[in-house]
């Protein structure tokens, strides 16, 4: 089994950056599509970003220009570049496979943007 931890995140003002780390234990990222998923209270988690296994990017509108998904030079750990944030990118993020078939999820990281 897989088990992934997330950090990074933080209370801070709007227009601040945060940088979000994900790593996994027992499994590699790899050539593997990943993504960074964000759960809000009474609200459903959302994928707001993806990597896919071989390069390729994708972005929720909402976060389009001011987030940048990477991968470690390794490939051994994922990343959120969250850059100008926003008070509506607060939120746990998680970060799992893109596949429907998801891995256990980690605790999530919790970014909290003041406005």
């Known amino acids: 089994q897989v088990q992934l931890v997330e950090s990074g995140g933080g209370l801070v003002q709007a227009g601040s950056s945060l940088t979000l780390s994900c790593v996994a234990s027992?499994?590699?990222?790899?050539?593997?599509?990943m993504g960074w998923y964000r759960q809000v209270p009474g609200k459903e988690r959302e994928l707001v970003a993806s990597?896919?296994?071989?390069?390729?990017?994708s972005y929720a509108d909402s976060v389009k220009g001011r987030f940048t998904i990477s991968r470690q030079n390794g490939k051994k750990a994922l990343f959120l570049q969250m850059d100008s944030l926003k008070p509506e990118d607060t939120g746990v993020y998680f970060c799992?496979?893109?596949?429907?078939?998801?891995?256990?999820w980690g605790q999530g990281t919790q970014v909290t943007v003041s406005s």
């Open positions: 799992n496979k893109l596949s429907d078939v998801k891995w256990q």
């Open positions: 990597l896919g296994g071989g390069g390729t990017s």
């Open positions: 027992g499994s590699i990222f790899i050539g593997r599509a």
